[in-house]
């Protein structure tokens, strides 16, 4: 299972971090995602690890402002959000998965676990 905090109302050029801790077996080349989704629109990618080996992936859009990190002892992976844009606010989403490439983490059909989303609003 897959539990995800740390959204709310910020600013633009405001920041957060959101948390997603696991509580299954992360031990098996397992990798995390976060995906979101803006009301009206598909979800989508955002960034994700590999927890083994620490391999990183993100989508353009942040590449620069967002930042996907785990902690292997708390089973938590985070994802820090810097200089928001109004064009960042969704629901943000965690996702697991095992044995996905590396060429196939933003695909979110690769994931078998999901979070219940956390909401991010950046406005004035």
């Known amino acids: 299972q897959l539990q995800a905090s740390g959204g709310g109302l910020v600013q633009p050029g405001g920041s957060l971090r959101l948390s997603c801790a696991a509580s299954?077996?992360?031990?098996?080349?397992?990798?995390s995602g976060w995906f979101r989704q803006a009301p009206g629109k598909e979800r989508e990618f955002v960034a994700a690890?590999?927890?083994?080996?620490?391999?990183?992936v993100y989508e353009d859009s942040v590449k620069g402002r967002f930042t996907i990190s785990l902690d292997n002892a708390k089973k938590t992976v985070y994802l820090q959000m810097n200089s928001l844009k109004p064009e960042d606010t969704a629901a943000y989403y965690c996702a697991g998965g095992r044995r996905i490439i590396l060429s196939n983490l933003r695909n979110r059909a690769a994931y078998d676990y999901w979070g219940q989303g956390t909401l991010v609003t950046v406005s004035s």
């Open positions: 299954g077996d992360t031990s098996s080349n397992y990798a």
């Open positions: 690890i590999r927890w083994s080996g620490r391999s990183t």
